[in-house]
């Protein structure tokens, strides 16, 4: 894909990457900082012009911020298509999503009205430029909890398959004994409610009327209440294991074995004496 | 209970059960995945059937495709316990119960109206179907969480026990304190409440009106809050222990270091290959 | 305070106290069943009593059956009173004072109405007629959470004080924010709804309706969903501790210090050689 | 800043300076114990005047109380400054903004009505008073809980972050999902019901009306259920780990070994004095 005619359009798209993408250069960061701004304000106008009586006095002058934004962002969008190196991976990648979906809503929004609110997603595009500022410690710390979560999705899975048995199973029964005449419509909304319930959360829009029902709502609670101890002890038993103190970072010098017991004086591999 | 009359209806049992137990052929494997589709499906009927827009629209043909299914499962159940080694167990059996209990519902609905959509209790059939999904993984994890369930069921018992006095003392102590004319009609009713209120849940449907309900209330909630950490130590730290590293219980010929790590095949102390 | 006057007294009491007190005569495990089942049967009887369609029917049969028990609970009072070794000690042990409440209330309701429900309280007798089922595994495993609790006592205390501050804190803002025309009638009620928002429960009997309410009640629950963390981790970590595999149960032969490390040879106090 | 004219008041602001902040002097003691009922009756006497039938009878008494209060910690707070021996750093110390913010709120209620119920934040003051009653050990714990909570505060940073981005977004979807003929009314609002929602408060004072709504309320509510995992996940592993004993980093001269339990004197490996 690459534009075989010029080299000066390559050295552009060089150019324009190093701005865009690094964060050495002073073009670079100052490119970041007016991205972090334009976020946070293109951001901060959807939210002010959701709400009626600040539209109803600033209405016009949030039309066109917001569309100043989204032309923004959507040349910028363009920018980081003509610089990517390769162009299929960044339209595919998180963040080559994340772009698109953070200008599409407007342009959608002159077919389907209210849509717009939907480009709050650009918030996510903070999570590029929080590079900029100098988070490096905290994004190592993300990598530590994204890395116990990792190991323990299998453990997750099952857990939240369960949990959809479960809430199913109960969601069910509740409908059958409380039927559509205490709120329990059908059972998508038992299964709802039941959700509501075993999360601990309890809006009370639909709640239990008869003996029977609240007996079961009863179970449901208990069972949310005791279930929540299972993703807890599951991520932190993982946490507390990546904290355990490692194997001393020793080399065998006869086998190369990497990595001893604390105290070990001889290879337990090879027999052969770790320190000569 | 075995037939003597013909080896022919030995050997239909054997192939029959070949093929509805095991994953290991390739019609046991179809078998397995028209079950989970004919489950799955049966279970979104039941489901839309119980939204009444949708029932209105499309009764007959869910009337229909529910007898359709109670009679396949009907018959499914009916090979099982002619194919089953030991019938008795089968019947009595976890998967057992819940193949009856999946069609049972169907027929009684014919006597009791409504009961028809406990059939959703066929979703727990899944778990059996899931084998075919290469989930061993899965089930191995799932088998690691049960463990530390089990080991710690006896902390978690007391837990519970504990729990269940607690709130009858607090539903009676708040029915007496609130009476009837703030909504807590019956002592039951004031310990469903207290259920509600101790596992946070809140619908709100009723809550203390006075000064001392309220007050009684908090101590409520904050025992609540602050007993949710039982149930997540205990199964923590089961977790945590059981995922510590054990060592060998081996002892070093030569200078009687006993325990080693996992896989040691000399000594970390003085050297001695171990397994001579 | 020993009778003196007749040695038949002092034989008797001895006798009521091994039937009562004990588990291992015949008469003495009789007795306790026969208590189980009338705690039991008492305890359901007075919460029968409480819903209004149930008394209506059967109010006369539950007078006298409270009236029976609590009867039966007095003479058993007097019984324990007059067989207890120590009489002063029984009267203000835990069970001493649980005894006299559960058939306190039935007197006082003959002056105060109402009251007699409050003798539900009778259901932690439970505790004691326990012994009875065999359930020493599980005495043990309260005692473990119960010496995790005590350990951990005083960081629990500092961490409720901190709650007691930070609710009567966040209470008192809302209150002068929200004021009584939004349901916050005063400080007391206000700190009352932070409890309630704090803890997740959440009735929804009174909530901000103001923005700067609503941003404050915002702040309550980040606080209260994060805070949790605080007696799960403690709890947590103390089980754990707990948990963690002992020191060898090894004695030095020369200066008898108890316990060393797994795989110690020698005793770290003395130096003397462990396994002669 | 310190005054150079005469020896008396360097003399009188070190004598103030030992009563106030000393807990050794009988007078030192005397003043904490004074402060610390100061404190409390005046707290008392704030939330009692915001109860409406409370104030219309005692109204008088607590207006002439409260400005006692006001006057006192006021004298207390000049005293505090005169004999600081910085005045800025103990202008801006927590304590001195704590107790700035305690008597303001009277002053400002000249102007501002309602404002003086602020002054409850006089109740952190506490914190100061509580060293007289002999709580050092639970300051330890509070430091340690502190510590724990230090070392993990990346962790919790880059948690709460994405907190408030889920929130977001979850809040935005909703808006258009649902509409302000539901309740939700702006973005805003509707981020105020994802926190609702994701901390399991659930007022339902706002609850998602249509199917679609529902379903992402669901997914935010399955999201808060299990999220709650992470913070105490990384709470409790961080205590586990200071909990965890530690090894003295002393070497064995005889036979190097690295590593003895606290307070040992000889080696455990060679039975080698530790310490020559």
């Known amino acids: 894909m690459k534009q075989p005619n010029t080299e000066a359009i390559t050295h552009l798209r060089n150019r324009i990457h190093i701005i865009i993408e690094g964060t050495d250069t002073r073009l670079g960061k100052l490119f970041d900082i007016v991205l972090l701004i334009a976020i946070l304000t293109s951001v901060g106008v959807v ?31 363009l920018l980081r298509l ?24 407007s342009y959608l929004s002159l077919i389907f009205g209210g ?11 903070l ?35 369960s949990l959809v048995l479960l809430v199913t199973i109960y969601g069910s029964i509740v409908y059958v004994v409380e039927g559509p005449e205490n709120g329990f419509t059908s059972i998508p909304i038992s299964i709802y409610w039941a959700v509501v319930t075993l999360t601990t959360v309890g809006y009370g829009d639909i709640s239990p009327k008869t003996p029977l029902g609240q007996a079961i709502a009863t179970m449901v609670m ?9 993703p ?14 490692q194997l001393n970072p020793v080399t065998c010098p006869n086998c190369g074995k990497f990595g001893h017991a604390v105290g070990a004086e001889f290879c337990d591999r090879c027999g052969h004496a770790l320190h000569v």
């Open 47 to 77: 939210m002010l012009d959701s709400v009626l009586f600040v539209r109803l006095q600033y209405g016009t002058i949030f039309f066109y911020a917001e569309w100043f934004f989204t032309i923004l962002f959507t040349l910028e969008y």
């Open 82 to 105: 003509f610089s990517a190196p390769n162009r299929f991976r960044y339209v595919f990648s998180f963040f080559g999503v994340v772009d698109l979906l953070s200008i599409l809503p």
């Open 115 to 125: 849509v717009q609110y939907l480009i709050v997603i650009r918030i996510l595009r």
């Open 127 to 161: 999570l590029r430029v929080f590079r900029v500022l100098k988070l490096k410690a905290y994004m190592q710390q993300a990598g530590f909890l994204a890395s116990a979560l990792r190991t323990s999705q299998q453990k997750i899975t099952v857990f939240f398959l």
């Open 222 to 230: 208990i069972t949310g209440y005791a279930v929540i101890a299972v």
């Open 232 to 245: 807890t002890g599951i991520f932190t038993s993982e946490l507390t294991r990546n904290m355990r103190p």
